[in-house]
């Protein structure tokens, strides 16, 4: 979402329940650990399912299981690659917002002091 269509602050408290609901949603599928794991191991680049499964020691209808809730949710995509489906984040705003979490949680604490 670039500037020119990011919702002004005030608006963000009136959003509809509906768009609040589908971004909870979005979050509770993105909170899982093993979904979590999956989407971190595609930032880099789209991977094939068994790449993916390998990678994190899991079984293939496992990690399908989980691309089929993230696909749903808009989180993923897969893209056909000859006789193999490739899955990466499904745009970069996605990408950046994992990035973004993941440099903070990395960064050093700076406590409040009151």
Do not use: W
């Amino acid at each position: 979402m670039d500037n020119s269509t990011r919702p002004e602050p005030a608006r963000l408290a009136t959003l509809d329940d509906d768009t609040v609901s589908q971004l909870a949603e979005m979050f509770r599928l993105m909170g899982d650990p093993t979904r979590l794991r999956i989407i971190l191991g595609c930032l880099s680049g789209p991977r094939p399912v068994g790449d993916i499964a390998q990678r994190l020691g899991l079984s293939s209808s496992l990690v399908s299981h989980h691309l089929r809730l993230l696909r749903a949710a808009r989180v993923m995509r897969g893209r056909r690659h000859g006789k193999q489906v490739h899955y990466g984040v499904a745009d970069e705003h996605i990408g950046r917002v994992f990035l973004d979490m993941l440099d903070h949680v990395v960064e050093p604490a700076d406590h409040d002091v009151s």
